[in-house]
T-cell receptor, first 114, second 119 residues
Framework: AQSVAQPEDQVNVAEGNPLTVKCTYS??????LFWYVQYPNRGLQFLLK??????LVKGSYGFEAEFNKSQTSFHLKKPSALVSDSALYFC????????????FGSGTKLNVKP | GAVVSQHPSRVICKSGTSVKIECRSL??????MFWYRQFPKKSLMLMAT?????????EQGVEKDKFLINHASLTLSTLTVTSAHPEDSSFYIC???????????????FGEGSRLTVL
């Protein structure tokens, strides 16, 4: 069965500091991994994805994520956080055999303080 | 990226009435759309997969007679909450995948969500 875990409900970081939002996954076969961001009362916006290739994936707004197969992780990172990065972040996995089924983590609220 | 439009963004209705939410893909054709419900503690629950020209596929535990889904064209899916009750109050989000892209790269594109409040 496919699943995603985001172990932190909330992450607090000071502006200018690096940030990491954690995600681990469980999937049969090669995973397709995604990060989305949600601002209050808005839909989800796509940030980045890993399908194959380089383990370090760069996405929108300066975010990147590192795929680690041995640790089954896909942590989201940014070298220098901005207050405007404060939002809800979702990790998602899609199995290779069912293109329509996305499994979302429970979300992590990122708070960036000035 | 592809644009998905959802309407209305907010709706308040009386208990017992029905509410329709529209989801449109604006610049691509979506043979498949998805409806999610987001609960106050933020988790997203997939309710159903909407297939153009055929019946929707509902997830376990979702009442298909309560949440009617129609996908009459390649750019429009609708979710109708029938005989709404206060416990149906939630944030409903639709999403779609651009079917013209290779299936194995297809991220989902989301609408802006619809906040339903049932009094």
């Amino acid at each position: 069965a496919q699943s995603v875990a985001q172990p932190e409900d909330q992450v607090n970081v000071a502006e200018g500091n690096p940030l990491t939002v954690k995600c681990t996954y469980s999937v049969s076969g090669n995973p397709y991994l995604f990060w989305y961001v949600q601002y209050p009362n808005r839909g989800l916006q796509f940030l980045l994805k890993y399908i194959t290739g380089d383990n370090l994936v760069k996405g929108s707004y300066g975010f990147e994520a590192e795929f680690n197969k041995s640790q089954t992780s896909f942590h989201l990172k940014k070298p220098s956080a901005l207050v405007s990065d404060s939002a809800l972040y979702f990790c998602a996995v899609r199995g290779p055999y069912n293109f329509n089924k996305f499994y979302f983590g429970s979300g992590t609220k990122l708070n960036v303080k000035p | 990226g592809a644009v998905v439009s959802q309407h209305p963004s907010r709706v308040i209705c009386k208990s017992g009435t029905s509410v329709k939410i529209e989801c449109r893909s604006l610049d691509f054709q979506a043979t498949t759309m998805f409806w999610y419900r987001q609960f106050p503690k933020k988790s997203l629950m997939l309710m159903a997969t909407s297939n153009e020209g055929s019946k929707a596929t509902y997830e376990q535990g979702v009442e298909k007679d309560k949440f009617l889904i129609n996908h009459a064209s390649l750019t429009l899916s609708t979710l109708t909450v029938t005989s709404a009750h206060p416990e149906d109050s939630s944030f409903y989000i639709c999403s779609a995948r651009d079917g013209s892209r290779a299936a194995n790269t297809g991220e989902l594109f989301f609408g802006e969500g619809s906040r339903l409040t049932v009094l």
